[in-house]
């Protein structure tokens, strides 16, 4: 249950490990020596050269930083990783700013030369050449993007760093069992999972009326994080709001639009879900606080069970499959004890250079563990995958994609599980989880979605947006989705002052991603209900292809159009054969 991180270096000696670190500063220097203001006439083999340069000087370093990275991850008590994580983020933001030059100089090269981009000899950056393309005509000078940064620091960084200490600081009077208890933020929001009712309820009350206390606070940073990416979307000629997160995530408005099309043509379905869920819970409607509630008292999984059930969901879709995922647990490369100081949550790190990967969670033996196992086993596949078959430099997964891998692996779990369980009640909790994930990640995350985009709209209309303004703006496109399904407390409508990636520097419309790939996926899984067995090399090739195709490429290599809303449907008539099985085994 604990990982084995020594396989990432040649020492786990401190001198060993800083004086790596310290090679990687020198060695960025002499990178930026060969090639600064030396590009601007590069023909297709020169820039070749420097792009694989770029990929081994990657390569050479990745393992000494991610082993200070996943070190401090692990346990952030131990004095030891403090400092090395210290010291390899002081030796990242000294690299970067070596190497900062690069993408802009290649950007200028490209924009000079555009024939380079389909030069047979660049085929295999050929995709990371146009991603470079697109974001070009946006960059600003050399001094503007310095400014931008300093500016940033003392702004909208600020407003950030604001909502983060804000946040972690608070503590929260709530009576637990007839005594109150006063809980930090981080320990109240466990509750609203919890199996009590009452005490679900109540967790909700206390933080959501404390953060609607500070309302002038959270209005004052909306207004200045939105009024300041308007301006900048000026500077960078950004036709839309959306237009730098579309960019980013390398998908165009028109997938995008169908996309929510899609959702909004759908709202009647997940409200059929919350009906039903109310239903299952033995009460006339959900309140906001039972959405994400568990059903019933699940059943436990050993760390043996988890392994043998997760393994198995993936070698039924693939042998070779299967094997890989055993092999994270043999190799070590899982760390799943649960302890103090460890990151909460879970994550994969892709491990490019030993193709593979490295997983992290604290593993509670609940079926939502179980169910993050295969989702970050996922990741895991991906980056095998995807380590094999391409480039370093095609193994930056915009984030549309990059929860492919991972949501597939759910469910093949899910498909496993209801297979093996025996009773109604077993597979109502396999199902309820599963819907329970799909409705937040397609539904809930799109009223954020239909949210971000009222805010820009009402500023374009003259309008202030003071606090309350916001709350109606939020309780709008929440009630969009939900009609009259949920039950909301009052001060739910200060929701929004919670959301962290509403206050993050320079990137908004950071939602709709997980939107794409719950949906996506859906329909792929569903293609592979039709397809059988024909359709697992498809997959394998779409998780090999990494980044070195477009999201709308990778589509129609599968024979799916994102652009056309009819390919979004059958995700949904995918999550709808779920909906109809929970709700026939519930009569
Ligand atoms: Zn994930």
């Given at each position: 249950?604990?990982?084995?991180?020594?396989?990432?270096?040649?020492?786990?000696?401190?001198?060993?490990?800083?004086?790596?670190?310290?090679?990687?500063?020198?060695?960025?220097?002499?990178?930026?020596?060969?090639?600064?203001?030396?590009?601007?006439?590069?023909?297709?083999?020169?820039?070749?050269?420097?792009?694989?340069?770029?990929?081994?000087?990657?390569?050479?370093f990745?393992?000494?930083?991610?082993?200070?990275?996943?070190?401090?991850?692990?346990?952030?008590?131990?004095?030891?990783?403090?400092?090395?994580?210290?010291?390899?983020?002081?030796?990242?933001?000294?690299?970067?700013?070596?190497?900062?030059?690069?993408?802009?100089?290649?950007?200028?090269?490209?924009?000079?030369n555009?024939?380079?981009?389909?030069?047979?000899?660049?085929?295999?950056y050929?995709?990371?050449?146009?991603?470079i393309?697109r974001?070009?005509?946006?960059?600003?000078?050399?001094?503007?993007?310095?400014?931008?940064?300093?500016?940033?620091?003392?702004?909208?960084?600020?407003?950030?760093?604001?909502?983060?200490?804000?946040?972690?600081?608070?503590?929260?009077?709530?009576?637990?069992?007839?005594?109150?208890?006063?809980?930090?933020?981080?320990?109240?929001?466990?509750?609203?999972?919890?199996?009590?009712?009452?005490?679900?309820?109540?967790?909700n009350?206390?933080?959501?009326?404390?953060?609607?206390?500070?309302?002038?606070?959270?209005?004052?940073?909306?207004?200045?994080?939105?009024?300041?990416?308007?301006?900048?979307?000026?500077?960078?000629?950004?036709?839309?709001p959306?237009?730098?997160?579309?960019?980013?995530?390398?998908v165009?408005?028109?997938?995008?639009?169908?996309?929510?099309?899609?959702?909004?043509?759908?709202?009647?379905?997940?409200?059929?879900?919350?009906?039903?869920?109310?239903?299952?819970?033995?009460?006339?409607?959900?309140?906001?606080?039972?959405?994400?509630?568990?059903?019933?008292?699940?059943?436990?999984?050993?760390?043996?069970?988890?392994?043998?059930?997760?393994?198995?969901?993936?070698?039924?879709?693939?042998?070779?499959?299967?094997?890989?995922?055993?092999?994270?647990?043999?190799?070590?490369?899982?760390?799943?004890e649960?302890?103090?100081?460890?990151?909460?949550?879970?994550?994969?790190?892709?491990?490019?250079?030993?193709?593979?990967?490295?997983?992290?969670?604290?593993?509670?033996?609940?079926?939502?563990?179980?169910?993050?196992?295969?989702?970050?086993?996922?990741?895991?596949?991906?980056?095998?995958?995807?380590?094999?078959?391409?480039?370093?430099?095609?193994?930056?997964?915009?984030?549309?994609?990059?929860?492919?891998?991972?949501?597939?692996?759910?469910?093949?779990?899910?498909?496993?599980?209801?297979?093996?369980?025996?009773?109604?009640?077993?597979?109502?909790?396999?199902?309820?989880?599963?819907?329970?994930?799909?409705?937040?990640?397609?539904?809930?995350?799109?009223a954020?979605?239909?949210?971000?985009?009222?805010?820009?709209?009402?500023?374009?209309?003259?309008?202030?947006?003071?606090?309350?303004?916001?709350?109606?703006?939020?309780?709008?496109?929440?009630?969009?989705?939900?009609?009259?399904?949920?039950?909301?407390?009052?001060?739910?409508?200060?929701?929004?002052?919670?959301?962290?990636?509403?206050?993050?520097?320079?990137?908004?419309f950071?939602?709709?991603?997980?939107?794409?790939?719950?949906?996506?996926?859906?329909?792929?899984?569903?293609?592979?209900?039709?397809?059988?067995?024909?359709?697992v090399?498809?997959?394998?090739?779409?998780?090999?292809?990494?980044?070195?195709?477009?999201?709308?490429?990778?589509?129609?290599?599968?024979?799916?159009?994102?652009?056309?809303?009819?390919?979004?449907?059958?995700?949904?008539?995918?999550?709808?054969?779920?909906?109809?099985?929970?709700?026939?085994?519930?009569?």
């Amino acid at each position: 249950m604990v990982w084995d991180l020594s396989q990432l270096v040649e020492s786990e000696e401190p001198e060993f490990l800083i004086k790596k670190l310290e090679y990687m500063i020198s060695d960025a220097e002499v990178f930026r020596n060969r090639y600064y203001g030396n590009i601007q006439d590069f023909n297709a083999k020169e820039l070749l050269e420097l792009l694989e340069y770029q990929d081994w000087f990657y390569l050479k370093f990745e393992g000494v930083t991610l082993y200070c990275q996943l070190l401090y991850s692990a346990d952030s008590t131990n004095r030891f990783a403090k400092r090395l994580n210290n010291i390899v983020n002081n030796t990242s933001v000294k690299v970067k700013e070596s190497l900062a030059f690069l993408e802009n100089d290649i950007g200028k090269l490209i924009s000079k030369n555009p024939t380079l981009v389909s030069d047979p000899m660049l085929s295999e950056y050929k995709h990371y050449l146009e991603r470079i393309n697109r974001r070009q005509p946006h960059m600003l000078s050399e001094k503007l993007e310095r400014l931008t940064i300093i500016k940033d620091r003392n702004g909208i960084r600020a407003w950030q760093m604001l909502q983060g200490d804000w946040l972690s600081t608070r503590t929260f009077n709530i009576e637990i069992d007839g005594e109150v208890k006063t809980l930090p933020y981080g320990e109240i929001i466990g509750l609203y999972e919890d199996s009590n009712r009452d005490l679900r309820k109540q967790a909700n009350q206390v933080v959501y009326e404390n953060l609607g206390n500070d309302e002038i606070i959270w209005a004052s940073a909306i207004r200045a994080i939105c009024g300041d990416h308007l301006r900048m979307c000026k500077l960078r000629k950004y036709p839309e709001p959306i237009t730098q997160s579309l960019i980013a995530n390398d998908v165009d408005w028109q997938a995008i639009n169908s996309l929510m099309n899609t959702i909004e043509n759908n709202v009647a379905l997940y409200q059929r879900y919350m009906r039903l869920k109310a239903k299952l819970m033995g009460i006339t409607k959900l309140a906001n606080y039972d959405i994400a509630a568990p059903l019933l008292i699940e059943e436990k999984y050993s760390w043996r069970q988890s392994r043998e059930e997760v393994t198995q969901a993936y070698t039924d879709f693939d042998g070779e499959v299967g094997d890989w995922v055993d092999e994270m647990y043999e190799a070590r490369h899982i760390d799943g004890e649960v302890r103090k100081g460890k990151r909460s949550g879970a994550f994969c790190s892709r491990w490019l250079a030993g193709k593979s990967a490295y997983v992290l969670q604290s593993f509670n033996e609940k079926i939502g563990d179980v169910y993050t196992q295969a989702h970050e086993l996922g990741h895991a596949i991906h980056a095998y995958l995807g380590s094999r078959a391409q480039k370093p430099s095609n193994n930056q997964i915009g984030s549309c994609i990059a929860e492919c891998g991972s949501i597939f692996g759910e469910l093949l779990l899910t498909e496993h599980l209801l297979k093996k369980v025996k009773t109604k009640k077993e597979k109502q909790v396999v199902l309820v989880n599963l819907l329970d994930e799909f409705g937040t990640a397609v539904f809930q995350v799109s009223a954020r979605f239909f949210f971000e985009q009222s805010m820009y709209d009402s500023i374009e209309r003259g309008e202030f947006l003071d606090g309350e303004t916001i709350a109606n703006l939020w309780t709008s496109a929440r009630d969009k989705i939900y009609y009259d399904t949920v039950d909301w407390l009052e001060v739910m409508k200060w929701e929004w002052t919670m959301k962290v990636h509403y206050y993050i520097a320079n990137y908004r419309f950071y939602n709709y991603p997980y939107v794409f790939a719950y949906l996506f996926v859906f329909a792929l899984y569903r293609a592979y209900k039709k397809e059988g067995k024909t359709f697992v090399p498809k997959m394998k090739k779409f998780l090999a292809s990494g980044s070195s195709k477009s999201p709308y490429e990778l589509g129609l290599e599968l024979g799916l159009d994102i652009n056309d809303e009819r390919f979004w449907e059958k995700g949904m008539k995918q999550a709808e054969e779920f909906i109809d099985l929970l709700e026939e085994i519930s009569q």
